[in-house]
């Protein structure tokens, strides 16, 4: 069973002003996709120091395999997600963001604005996600088929990956 924690990056939803219904959504689907265990969940506002803080301190203290974050990833000035992600992160694992991107540009063209991030920080993956329920739901279809396995090695598995 896999630990998943879920970070939603955003100022209103850390202050009261708007639920959270990215994060919860997140919750949901990895609940009804994966064998997995939420293990931690936090709404911290758009600020650097506090996503990075809570990335280390999940990935570090082996909280997590797997954190999934949400918000943060456009170009608004506050949206600073990618780059503290950028900045714990120890190897990046391009081929999620772009397959990603790639499947939303089937849906919307402002998905090429998109500056989602994943990497690995030890043996726990990290993934950025929209900021939207809808961008949740359809970044995330995109990576489920993957992410079993890849956590599966990222965890040690000392199994050939092809038949």
Excluded at 99 to 127: D, E, H, K, Y
């Amino acid at each position: 069973m896999f630990r998943v924690a879920i970070l939603t990056v955003s100022d209103r939803s850390s202050e009261g002003l708007r639920p959270d219904g990215s994060g919860t959504l997140i919750r949901d689907l990895i609940s009804a996709e994966l064998d997995a265990v939420i293990v931690a969940y936090r709404i911290v506002p758009d600020e650097r120091p506090a996503i990075e803080a809570t990335l280390r301190e999940w990935a570090d203290e082996r909280q997590a395999d797997l954190v999934l974050t949400t918000g943060g990833t456009g170009l608004a000035p506050r949206d600073v997600t990618p780059e503290a992600t950028r900045a714990v992160i120890e190897r990046e694992v391009p081929g999620i963001p772009e397959a990603m991107r790639a499947a939303s540009l089937a849906v919307t063209p402002f998905a090429m604005l998109s500056r989602m991030v994943a990497g690995t920080r030890g043996r726990c993956l990290i993934i950025n996600l929209p900021g939207s329920p809808k961008g949740v739901r359809e970044n995330l279809g995109v990576v489920m088929p993957a992410l079993k396995h890849g956590l599966e090695k990222l965890l040690g598995d000392p199994n050939d990956c092809a038949p």
